[in-house]
């Protein structure tokens, strides 16, 4: 599985980015859970689940629906 990029995150609509967001969370909390079990083979797959789903995060905050670059500074 791939480490998606903002840009990937950023081609997306609202409802899809939210939605990735939910199965990521979902995908993080089942590993932890096996991680904290003893059986998770790939502690690797944590770190990057946390750093996509970081990604994600910032850019559902920046605002998905504002196209880039229309932000005005003063």
Known sequence: MPVKKAKDFR???AKELAAHIRSL??????????HGA????NNQKLRLLRKELACAL?????GVSAPAGSAQEN
């Not at 969370?25 to 096996?34: A, G, N, T």
């Not at 003893?38 to 083979?41: A, K, N, R, T, Y």
């Not at 910032?58 to 920046?62: H, P």
Request: hydrophobic share 30%; proline share 0%; no cysteine.
């Open 38 to 41: 003893g059986s998770l083979e």
């Open 11 to 13: 081609g997306m609509n």
């Open 58 to 62: 910032t850019v559902q905050g920046e």
């Open 25 to 34: 969370r979902k995908e993080l909390f089942d590993l932890r859970l096996k």
